[in-house]
C-alpha cells in the first residue's frame, strides 16, 4: 500500500501560486523546445455528448504526471462546454504516485501562464492596451493571471453577452467590458483569445499593426480567421500544433504551405529564437495544450500543498 495526496478543487486552485506556475510553465516550455519532454500527442475518446482526452507527460526536474480530462457540452449553457477530469502526479524515479488533484483549475492556470509568457516575449516592450476575448473560464483564468501579475495595465473584455463580460472584467482591478468584441480587438496591442469558438471570432481587419495574439481556444474549430494565420509569424507549444490532427493539432494551423516557419515558444524563452523582430510584425501565439505543462502546474500544486500540510492522504 502506498498513500496519495488528494487535493480537491479549492485545494488544489489554492496551491496554484501564480509566479510559480509562470516559472514552471517556462521550464517546460523549454523542455520541449530542446526535446527533454516526453509527451506523445494527446488521444480522445469520443462519446455521443463529448470526448475524453489523455495527456501523459514528463519533464525533467518536475516530474510525470498524467490528466484525464473530459469536455462535454453543457446543457445549462448552450454553445458552450465543460472541462471536467483529474491529474495523477508520479514518482519520476520510482513511479510512485504521489497526488491526485483537479484538472480544472491546472489546466486553467497552465495555458494562461503559457499565453502570458507568449505576451512577454513577443509582444511589442511594455504594452498599453490589453483585451480578453472570452467570458467563460479559461478567459476568467486569464483575467485573473494578469490582475496577479500586473494589476495596473489596462484589461478590455470583449465577449458575446455584456452582462458576463461585466462580471469577468471586474476581476481585474483595471478592467473594463468592452462594447463588443471588435471593439475591444481594435484598441488592443496584445489580445488574449480565450473562447469555446466553432468558427473565427476575430478577424484580420481588426487587428492593429504590430499586435501579438495569444490564442489558446478552439477545441471544437478555429479562434482565428485565415488571414491571420497568412499574415502573422506563428509560435506554438509543439511542433505537433501543426502536423497533427485535432484534438491534439490547431484547427487554424490544419494546411500551412509547406515550409511555413512554425517556432516552437520555448525556443524565444531560452533565447535561442529571436522571437519579434520588427515593431509593425503580427505575432501570433497558437496554443494547443501540452502535457509538460499539466507537469508543471501539477509539481507545483504539490510542492506547495505538501510546504503547507494541505489536502488529504488516502491509502492506494
Not at 70 to 80: H, K, Q, T, Y
Not at 126 to 137: L, W, Y
Not at 154 to 177: I, M, T
Not at 178 to 190: G, L, M, Q, S, W
Amino acid at each position: 500500500m502506498s498513500e496519495i495526496l488528494f487535493l480537491d478543487g479549492a485545494q488544489t486552485r489554492a496551491a496554484l501560486d501564480p509566479h510559480r506556475v509562470i516559472d514552471a510553465v517556462a521550464t517546460a516550455l523549454i523542455a520541449i523546445s530542446r526535446g527533454e519532454a516526453s509527451a506523445p500527442p494527446r488521444i480522445a475518446a469520443r462519446a455521443p455528448g463529448g470526448l475524453l482526452g489523455a495527456m501523459p507527460g514528463y519533464v525533467p526536474g518536475l516530474g510525470l504526471a498524467a490528466k484525464l480530462v473530459s469536455v462535454f457540452a453543457d446543457p445549462a449553457r448552450p454553445g458552450r462546454s465543460s472541462h471536467r477530469g483529474i491529474v495523477a502526479l508520479f514518482d519520476a524515479e520510482n513511479g510512485r504516485p504521489l497526488a491526485l488533484m483537479d484538472a480544472e483549475p491546472l489546466t486553467e492556470i497552465r495555458t494562461a501562464a503559457a499565453a502570458t509568457l507568449s505576451a512577454r516575449v513577443l509582444a511589442r516592450p511594455h504594452p498599453t492596451r490589453v483585451a480578453v476575448i472570452g467570458t467563460g473560464a479559461q478567459a476568467r483564468a486569464q483575467i485573473r493571471l494578469l490582475a496577479a501579475i500586473d494589476p495596473t495595465t489596462p484589461v478590455s473584455v470583449g465577449g458575446r453577452d455584456p452582462q458576463r463580460a461585466e462580471s469577468a472584467a471586474a476581476l481585474h482591478p483595471a478592467g473594463r467590458a468592452a462594447p463588443a468584441i471588435e471593439a475591444a480587438v481594435r484598441e488592443a496591442d496584445t489580445v488574449f483569445c480565450c473562447t469555446g469558438a466553432v468558427q473565427p471570432v476575430i478577424l484580420r481587419a481588426w487587428l492593429a499593426p504590430g499586435a501579438h495574439i495569444s490564442s489558446v481556444g478552439g477545441s471544437h474549430g478555429p479562434e482565428l480567421d485565415a488571414d491571420t494565420v497568412h499574415d502573422a509569424t506563428l509560435f506554438t507549444e509543439w511542433p505537433g500544433a501543426a502536423t497533427t490532427q485535432p484534438p491534439s493539432g490547431a484547427h487554424e494551423l490544419q494546411g500551412l504551405p509547406a515550409g511555413r516557419p512554425v517556432t516552437l515558444l520555448g525556443s524565444v524563452l531560452s533565447g535561442h529564437h529571436p522571437g519579434r523582430r520588427t515593431d509593425t510584425e503580427l505575432t501570433l501565439f497558437k496554443s494547443t495544450g501540452h502535457a509538460a505543462l499539466d507537469v508543471a502546474a501539477a509539481h507545483v500544486a504539490h510542492t506547495v500543498a505538501e510546504a503547507g500540510d494541505a489536502g488529504t492522504r488516502i491509502e492506494m
